[in-house]
DNA sequence: TGACTCATGTCAGGATTCTGACATAGGTTG
DNA sequence: CAACCTATGTCAGAATCCTGACATGAGTCA
């Protein structure tokens, strides 16, 4: 179907190639976390939790990247299954800390089996040599998109 | 706002990264293609449509990683508001190879410049021994994620 | 030839996520 | 102190994307 090959640039894209890589991830993710009834998002955040307790609302939505009211909704729903708990009322300020309960952490448990496994499918074939660079790479590409996504280019940043 | 000094192996994980980094790179490209009325499925499909035309609806899909129903409306969208054409029927089998007409290929232009300044952006501060580096670790991440995708965990495939 | 399998285009319905908006709490600055 | 700004939680509506399903065309194999 469609002679593929024309070959053009898109395989020599880091961006696109960076797209490819996010999203073989996600389906594999997906792939294993179905059969326990959890999506992505659904385990990133109990994930969150059982690495940093506490965390509030709006931060649970940053760190698995997605918006806040996104994770309203799962937290209540998971709230409501018995999977996390918040305080009636914030102990400061709004925020309301989250935290797992045992229940969450015994789901959380089977889950992470499951991830793991796939990213070590992911490191397979590669060297550790390798794997530090793509650490240090892929940390680099975060830095820079940051830096200029909001008005100045390449200027110093003040405070943080 | 929440300590973060606990500092757990959150930032070592080559999977979250990943996922940051394709977040910076999405949110980038949002932020720019946005002054020009464009979301970053709608320049994907441009994009590939240059680089490889007559390209079918499903394989468009698979190459902007979305359904092939989510591409269809897309495509009735472009092709509505001129920026494609397909035929009306299908020269061979279902099969309808999509093409871009001098509008879509002006509209392409402008998003063009604009998503390479932000690859270029996103390559700031890395040598070209990194890029390289970045590509192959890159290709080897999707090729071990979709190798056992799909039932067997690590046997010899048999053609491709 | 006929049955089977696979891929494609398309329609309809539902699930997920986002955008917009509001009220409130805390810090900052004059 | 008062005004301002930022961050948070939450509600409602809209946009986006996906899952399920159906019919059709092409290749395979007995």
């Given at each position: 179907m469609s002679q593929n090959g024309v070959g053009v640039d898109l395989e020599t894209s880091l961006g696109y190639l960076l797209k490819e890589a996010s999203s073989a991830l996600r389906a594999a993710m997906e792939a294993v976390l179905r059969p326990l009834g959890m999506s992505v998002t659904h385990y990133s955040c109990l994930e969150l939790l059982a690495q940093r307790?506490?965390?509030?609302n709006s931060e649970l939505a940053r760190g698995a990247f997605v918006t806040r009211q996104t994770m309203n909704v799962l937290l209540q729903n998971l709230e409501r299954e018995g999977y996390v708990t918040r305080p009636a009322?914030?102990?400061?300020?709004?925020a309301l800390p989250t935290r797992l309960t045992p229940s969450g952490r015994r789901s959380l448990e089977e889950a992470t089996v499951a991830v793991r496994s796939v990213e070590l499918r992911m490191l397979a074939g590669m060297t550790e040599t390798e794997r530090s660079a793509a650490l240090r790479i892929l940390r680099s590409m975060v830095h820079s998109l940051r830096d200029?996504?909001?008005?100045?280019?390449?200027q110093e940043r003040r405070k943080a």
């Open positions: 307790p506490g965390l509030s009322e914030a102990p400061v300020g709004k200029g996504s909001d008005g100045a280019p390449l």
